[in-house]
Structures are given as structure tokens and as C-alpha cells.
């Protein structure tokens, strides 16, 4: 019903910037929380960033001043843009988003299939 897309994932050097990007696409009624979450290696998922449909943002302590999350509402899109990125961010970037199908259905959570982020010399 719906599927979440992500795309920007890549190789980058301690200190570098990435932006990743999430559509949403399918039967969709309205979108409320979208976000990220990532997952490295051994650790459990963990949240990286959420955004509301009013733009209402939310940071891991980790990444305040590093990343700053959006959201496009009319493409049912949310970016991620990552700066100042350490070798630390290394994980599975996973895009996250509460999915109201119909108007009387209930919100539902979906799950993109992660894009790999690697921060290293």
C-alpha cells in the first residue's frame, strides 16, 4: 500500500556532507511524523530525526547542530542533510513515516529498506 524510498546514501570522508532523501508514495492520505532512524553495526536502530506535517523538528543529541531534517509535503518527501558527518554516523539510514491510508483509518508506521552511509578515510 505504501512504500517509502530512500536514496543518498554513499561513501563520504570525516567531515564531508550527505543528503538523504525519503519518498513516500502509494495509497496515501496524509502523512503525520516523518523521520530517520539509523542502525549501525551491533547497536540497536536508533532515532536520528523526526519532522510533523507542521514542521515541528526533533534531534538525536548527536546530531544537533550537524544535521537538519525537511520535509516537502506536497512530494510526501523528507531530506536529511547531514554535515560535519564523523566516523561515528557510520550505519543504515532508515526512513520512517506515520501513514494515514483513508480518512477513518488509523495511522500506521512504515519502514523504508535503509541506504548504507559510511563516513572513513
Known amino acids: 500500500q505504501v512504500q517509502l524510498v530512500e536514496s543518498g546514501g554513499g561513501l563520504v570522508q ?11 508514495s502509494g495509497t ?3 502523512i503525520r511524523a516523518m523521520g530517520w532512524y539509523r542502525q549501525a553495526p551491533g547497536k540497536q536502530r ?4 523526526t519532522v510533523t506535517s507542521g ?3 526533533n534531534y538525536a543529541d548527536s546530531v544537533k547542530g550537524r544535521f537538519t531534517i525537511s520535509r516537502d ?6 531530506y536529511l ?8 554516523d557510520t550505519a543504515v539510514y532508515y526512513c520512517n ?7 477513518w483509518a488509523s495511522p500506521a508506521e512504515y519502514w523504508g529498506q535503509g541506504t548504507q552511509v559510511t563516513v572513513s578515510s
Open 14 to 24: 570525516p567531515g564531508g556532507s550527505l543528503r538523504l532523501s525519503c519518498a513516500a
Open 28 to 30: 496515501i492520505f496524509s
Open 46 to 49: 536508533e532515532l536520528v530525526a
Open 55 to 57: 514542521g515541528i523538528t
Open 73 to 78: 509535503n506536497v512530494k510526501n518527501t523528507v
Open 81 to 88: 542533510q547531514m554535515n560535519s558527518l564523523k566516523p561515528e
Open 97 to 103: 513515516a506515520d501513514v494515514r491510508v483513508r480518512l
